[in-house]
């Protein structure tokens, strides 16, 4: 270090770094100073030049792009391992029970676990599927400083829904604008708030219209859960004549700004269609492997922007690494056996899907999803130096292979340390962990569950 070098925010030296065309280099210093990635280069010649408020040493670590869960349910952390093995349909009698009894600190505090297991994982940004009381959401997600957008469960329809879970067209739309207002930008930027609608079975054609219309005005995101059952698209051929992105398609409604998730019933047609008003989808490996095959290599052919999700902790971890390793098996199983096809889908393109695909869904991809000088400074430390990851003769199939949510390190969002040494320094993890066990408890009398 220099002592009249430039003074800058964080300097990481002597790390490998994952660049943008999915190689690795070694020996690099990575230059952090307000929120942004200032410099990527050789270590010796690059930290002469900067005086930094404070080092990582990352010898033996990859800093990598943080990873985006761009379909999760923070809501759904006091449901884990209940829905697993149960017959259909969980949505009417289980998540619904579950979800209509909440409480607002129940929200809070599925939040908080929520955004722990996420910086503890390495995912350093989210999409909420959104719920009730989301301005603990919102709350919690500032003061974890993690990097995401929330919405408001939207429905006003659908059988076998309480009607306390349904709300006019006027009144979503309200509070979901609220929401909009009060929240968007929040935590110096890193908090979006988006419009959704919980699904076509549960939201009218009006409803549907006037959430992208008003999301559009203020220029903001919508998403919602396509094509994840067969009910689903038996409600739109019988009711509409046509399949759900068709039938969206038709209200002249569909542009860039809306996210799919899950996205695996779909039909030639609906993939075209995506690809013409350049949807992004969300895939959830593990949550859509009990429903069918995504036609993730087809889409990506195509030019379609593909992210990775988790579906939340009701039916998996908040952890990306595994849902990688999950659709690697699924499409070399699935699509590239029957044409024997081992590399169906490319390893560094799964990898891509969690960090930049993600960036894109979130409609960030400007500022987020690669190390590039300019944006932001969300990124992960992985410890590699380990005996079930190194040596390797490829370290990006080996991250997919073997590397697992425990060998993350320190974790940054927006230029600032959120993890270090597998310590959350901006949340109270032992209070958080006792608080979510007593709660637990308690809805589980009130849902009967």
């Known amino acids: 270090m220099v002592a009249n070098g430039k003074k800058v925010d964080l300097m990481i030296r002597n790390a ?31 930290s002469l030049s900067y005086e930094a408020r404070e080092t990582l ?24 391992g209940r829905i697993t093995d149960e017959y259909p349909m969980i949505w009417t009698r289980i998540m619904v029970p579950y979800e209509s009894n909440l409480r607002e600190e129940d929200v809070k505090t599925s939040a ?27 709350q919690s997600a500032i003061q974890s400083g993690i990097r995401g957008a929330i919405t408001c469960s939207t429905m006003d329809s659908g059988e076998g829904i ?8 006027e009144e979503n739309i309200r509070i979901n604008k609220e929401l909009y207002q009060n929240f968007h930008g929040a935590g110096d930027g890193r908090l979006d708030v988006w419009f959704s609608l919980r699904s076509i079975i549960s939201c009218s054609p009006s409803l549907i219209q006037s959430t992208f219309e008003v999301a559009n005005e203020l220029g903001t995101g919508v998403q919602t859960h396509m094509n ?93 690494f595994d849902q990688m390793k999950v659709l690697k098996s699924l499409m070399r199983a699935f699509w590239g056996v029957s044409i024997f096809d081992p590399k169906i889908l490319p390893s560094a393109k799964i990898l891509e899907m969690a960090t930049l695909g993600g960036a894109k869904a979130l409609m960030r991809d400007d500022i987020l999803g690669t190390l590039e000088v300019g944006k932001k400074a ?41 993890m270090k040494n597998r310590e959350v320094l901006t949340m109270d993890e032992e209070r958080i962990k006792y608080e979510s066990k007593k709660q637990m408890k308690e809805i589980a009398v009130r849902a009967s569950l």
């Open 112 to 138: 908080e676990l929520s955004f722990l297991e996420m910086i503890k994982s390495g995912t350093t940004g989210f999409i909420d599927a959104g719920g009730t009381y989301m301005h603990k959401v919102a």
């Open 228 to 320: 994840e059952y067969p009910n689903e698209v038996r409600y739109c051929l019988e009711k509409y004549q046509k399949r759900p992105f068709e039938f969206l398609a038709s209200l002249n409604i569909l542009d860039v700004n809306f996210l799919a998730a899950h996205g695996i019933l779909l039909s030639e047609n609906e993939m075209d269609i995506i690809k013409d008003h350049d949807i992004k989808i969300a895939h959830c490996p593990t949550s859509n492997s009990g429903k069918g095959f995504t036609k993730t290599p087809s889409l990506l052919h195509k030019g379609v922007g593909v992210a990775l999700g988790t579906d939340g902790a009701g039916h998996t971890g908040l952890n990306l």
């Open 162 to 169: 309480p009607e306390s879970m349904k709300k006019s067209t």
């Open 378 to 418: 969300d990124m992960i430390l992985v410890n590699i130096d380990q005996p079930h990851i190194e040596p390797t003769h490829n370290l990006i199939h080996t991250l997919i292979d073997s590397c697992n949510h425990q060998d993350v390190k320190d974790v940054i969002v927006d230029g600032k340390i959120v």
């Open 16 to 46: 490998s770094v994952l660049t943008p065309e999915m190689n690795v280099k070694v020996n690099q210093c990575v230059v952090i100073d307000h929120s942004n990635i200032l410099e990527i280069g050789d270590d010796e010649l690059i």
């Open 57 to 80: 040493n990352a010898e033996g670590k990859l800093v990598m792009p943080g990873m985006i869960d761009a379909h999760m349910h923070t809501c759904q952390q006091l449901i884990r």
